[in-house]
Nanobody, 119 residues
Framework: QVQLVESGGGLVQPGGSLRLSCAASRSIFTFNAMGWYRQSPGKQRDLVATITSDGSTNYADSLKGRFTISRDSAKNTVYLQMNSLKPEDTAVYYC?????????????WGQGTQVTVSS
């Protein structure tokens, strides 16, 4: 069983910054990739950023330059640094992990953390 626990969400003013954390219950190198997604009310869950086991990163085009994904293997934690936040960044942010185990693709999700950007 894999557990992903997000933290770091909250209320921030436009232009501010937040860092989200996602702590995994096992080594993050277990997973083929980990990432962050976000979902606003009434909208689909969209990709924010991913990081693969070899450290390659990928970002939603609209977020490049403002958001940075990183990891700390010693803490089994993946981070999302969010800068220059805008009201449209308001959403529930979910951590995810993809694991191809014995040829079977598995996907795990955290419970989500709310980010609200408002003055």
């Amino acid at each position: 069983q894999v557990q992903l626990v997000e933290s770091g969400g909250g209320l921030v003013q436009p232009g501010g910054s937040l860092r989200l954390s996602c702590a995994a219950s096992r080594s993050i190198f277990t997973f083929n990739a980990m990432g962050w997604y976000r979902q606003s009310p009434g909208k689909q869950r969209d990709l924010v950023a991913t990081i693969t086991s070899d450290g390659s990163t990928n970002y939603a085009d609209s977020l490049k330059g403002r958001f940075t994904i990183s990891r700390d293997s010693a803490k089994n934690t993946v981070y999302l640094q969010m800068n220059s936040l805008k009201p449209e960044d308001t959403a529930v942010y979910y951590c995810n992990a993809d694991w191809v185990r014995v040829g079977v693709p598995l996907r795990y999700w955290g419970q989500g953390t709310q980010v609200t950007v408002s003055s």
